[in-house]
């Protein structure tokens, strides 16, 4: 196998250099500033060991890779109970799409579009004040990134609570199927937030280590959640972690992923490694265009596809 270092070297030189770099999200203006060039990538092996390369140390908005760590949350809390509230079918529609919404009678077809997820965040918030709710989500981040410095950029919340019209229509829309519980303002508040913690790729990578070790936490020997649980979290990343473009993901890069409009993804490979890659630009579905490239380098050269070398 090649030596792991000098791929990560490589890719990050490559990605670099490139000119091709996808279009920076400027429907939260906050994040439209973001520098379009920068490129970070951190691997976590298994064994504990970390290869980064280019801006792996530059905090980033991980806007949708939190929705792993709410579902993660939300099952913890209610178990497969959640499964009334919200789907666990590819949507093969944008992340914020409103018609099949409809459609569907306001339960939304997975956790990683924004409706899912607005769904999965009501369920944390249910019986907490939004504070609580809020600090419960970054004291699990902080804990699994072995990092109590992990925190919310407020600038980002509040650009996106003043503009965030299109997700106010999701909710309130599912609020009218009984699908949202709490006041549909402190749910968003809550999702906001969520989706607007800063984090570096080698925060987020050693946070997603329980996915690589069947749910376990290597800093603890201790699991997050059961075995059979992060099988099925890594299933959802798999299918739906890329929105309309998770059959591609798959295809070129073959391992569960989940991506965020910040430019981060998240990606697991089973039994190897951790994955956290960050790239501003985004491609035509809303994920990282350079992102996606590194890491089909990336799993192409270790032969880390879960589908074969
Ligand atoms: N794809 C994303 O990262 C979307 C998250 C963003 N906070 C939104 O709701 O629009």
Redesign the pocket.
């Known amino acids: 196998m090649p030596d792991l270092d000098t791929v990560v070297r490589e890719i990050s030189e490559e990605m670099a250099a490139r000119a091709d770099r996808g279009t920076v999200a400027d ?2 203006p906050e994040l439209a500033h973001v520098d379009p060039n920068r490129f970070g990538i951190a691997v976590v092996q298994a064994d504990g060991r970390i290869s980064a390369g280019g801006d792996s140390e530059v905090l980033f908005s991980i ?2 890779i939190s929705k792993v760590f709410t579902l993660t949350l939300a099952l913890g809390m209610i178990g497969d109970r959640l499964w009334r509230r919200v789907g666990r079918e590819p949507s093969g529609n944008p ?2 799409s409103i018609v099949q919404l409809e459609r569907e009678r306001g339960v939304p077809r997975n956790p990683f579009i ?1 409706a899912g997820a607005i769904a999965v965040t009501d369920v944390i918030l249910s019986g907490h004040e939004p504070r609580e709710a809020l600090g419960e989500i970054l004291r699990f981040m902080q804990f699994l990134s072995k990092d109590p410095t992990v925190t919310i950029d407020e600038k980002v919340a509040a650009s ?1 609570r003043r503009t ?1 019209f299109r ?1 106010s229509a999701l909710a309130y829309y599912m609020k009218s199927f009984g699908v949202i519980e709490n006041p549909v303002d402190y749910t968003l508040g809550v ?2 937030h969520h ?1 607007a913690i800063a984090m570096n790729c080698r925060q987020l990578a050693t946070a997603g280590q329980f996915l690589v070790h069947n749910g376990m936490n290597p800093a603890t020997g201790f699991n997050v959640v059961s075995p059979e649980r992060a099988r099925r979290i890594n299933a959802i990343m798999l299918t739906c972690g890329h ?1 309309d473009g998770s059959g591609d993901f798959a295809y070129r890069v073959g391992l569960p992923g989940k ?4 430019g981060g993804i998240f990606a697991v490979a089973p039994g190897k490694a951790s994955i956290a890659v960050w790239s501003p630009g985004l491609d035509a579905a ?1 994920n990282s265009h350079l992102g996606r490239i590194a890491l089909e380098r990336l799993t192409q050269r270790m032969g880390w596809s879960v589908f074969g070398v």
């Open positions: 429907y939260i806007q949708s992340f914020n924004n996106e965030g997700n999702y906001f989706c929105y991506s965020g409009v910040g809303g």
